[in-house]
């Protein structure tokens, strides 16, 4: 396999402390006492790094639940029980088992940390010096488990003990209060340049909070806003962004830039694959990955772009472009690896293309291209590291403040070094960027990298955004019955159709209550005794 050990013991205290553990004996008895792990400053690494255990398992699944139900996305599966079809479908509601799985693994992590913390605090093995580290830590992690919480549910409770069985929903800015104080605590001490990019590090910290400060300056929906809308297919009216939260995401991105420790790969194709992962000077802070069997579960990202290599058939991948960009400037080097069209098989040199009337595109940055037998090799054992935070994000994190500032010409220097490094050129640069560019610039850059629903929904235009599958090629009715001849003159094959279904039940089904999703069952299939999110 890639790489031999994620830290020494790093599941050897696998805790089970989510959001329904305080009230399972099975879950007590599987808690490990103070006595018996904080010995050595690695016994509270293992700990901590305990909490990226439920983590890991939604690096694909964070595909499926904030890609596929937008305009982009679609899936080869076409039960029309099938969970994954649902979430394109916009028919998923509370035994979502993708909103069961995130939520749950979310507060898993979240009570992991707790423990370690205070069993860290507690221990009278390690001197205070050897705590605070290892602290630092715990908090980055809640404090990003908390971020995706508050993104996709909104209010949500707050536990900060593993004696805390609190059901109470929090307001929106008590739980970004919260990850905020987490995260600066954080940053002091975490070190500048970190052992592995899996660590969390300051530039880690500081990253993240350009990231949940964005998100929260566009002063999100609360629980009374979304019920409002629940029903309607119209977006809510934005209000003013918080210019104080605005200035910190400048700052924060600024901080970042000011430890000289990272900037821009020179090449976007070398972010990605098995040759890249977890190294160069963009990346961050990524997710590991050991594989399917190996890990708590592999990443199924690339599996999930790429599941039938080299096969023009009508059903080669899990997870699919819905359409091709065709607004998405053709002299931009990004779009063809991004979105691929045609690629070579390298046993032969056998060139196979994905477009109509057969398929779509798929995913690039899902296909491994960074050696000579990854493209097989990733998608079998699943073992690519996830980016979670890299540089380019923090750049247009600022570039989008200054922005909403109305420090337009500001706003040119960061976007620009993304421009120039994806056209690889100045020719593509913009004196004075709109926010119109900089949501272009998102959808280019980071296509595939599960920002998309966030973006959406922070921008108040996620139900316009979804209406535009109307305008897709295969929306068209002439597509809706296999053998028929569709508009662009193909005779339409079960593929097809079933996209034509997806595109009319998208434009159906959209309105205000998908800007949530909904709270899912516990673990056990159980309820969790907190209030429901409106329309579900």
Known sequence: MKKNTFYSALFAAALTL??????????????????????????????????????????STFTSMVDTP?????????????????????????TSSYAKKTFNALYKGIGIVNDAIEKTEASKSLTAAQKTEPIARA???????????????????????????????QSIDAVYTQIVKDLTEAAEALPTTPAAKYNPSKGAAYALLSRVY??????????????????????????????DRLEKVVEYADKVAQLGVYSLQPQFKDLFGIAN??????????IYHEGDGIDQQGNHQDHCAWTYPFQETTEIVHIQPIHTFNDWPGDDPRKEFSIVTSIADPRDGSV??????????????GVDRSTSNSVYTSIQFNYVDRIELRYAEVLLNKAEALVQLGRNTEAATPLN???????????????????????????????????????????????????T???????????????????????????FARIHRFLKSKYQNINGHFYRFPIPFGSNNEELGIDQNPGY
Not at 277 to 286: A, N, R, V
Not at 469 to 495: I, L, P, R
């Open 214 to 243: 964005l998100q929260w300056a566009s002063n999100p929906l609360t629980l009374s806003e979304v019920e409002a809308i629940k029903e309607s297919r119209v977006d809510p009216v934005q209000k003013p962004w918080n210019t």
């Open 70 to 94: 937008t305009e982009l996305g679609t899936s080869y599966l076409g039960n029309e029980e099938d969970d994954v079809t649902k979430m394109v479908e916009l028919k998923y509601d509370k």
């Open 469 to 495: 599958v109307k305008d897709f090629e295969h929306f068209d009715d002439s597509y809706a019955t296999v053998g028929a001849t569709g508009k662009d003159g193909s005779t339409v094959n079960a593929f």
């Open 18 to 59: 989510g959001f329904t553990s305080c009230s399972s004996n099975d879950d007590e008895e599987n808690v490990i006492g103070e006595e018996d792990v904080i010995k050595t400053q690695d016994d509270v690494y293992a700990l901590i790094n305990g909490a990226y255990r439920p983590y890991q398992t939604l690096s």
């Open 277 to 286: 992962e977890s190294k160069g000077p963009e990346q961050i802070f990524t």
């Open 352 to 365: 196979h293309t994905y477009l109509p009337p057969v398929t779509l595109p798929v995913y690039g940055k």
């Open 417 to 467: 070094q993304i421009r120039q490094r994806g056209f690889g050129d100045k020719a593509h640069n913009i004196a004075a960027p709109t926010l119109s560019d900089i949501q272009k610039e998102w959808e280019y850059e980071f296509v595939y990298e599960q920002r998309h629903w966030q973006n959406l929904t922070r921008w108040r235009n996620l139900i316009s955004t979804v209406l």
């Open 139 to 169: 908090k980055f992690s809640r404090g990003l488990f908390y971020s995706w919480l508050v993104v996709l549910w909104g209010e949500v409770p707050i536990r900060l003990t593993t004696a805390d069985v609190s059901t109470q929903r």
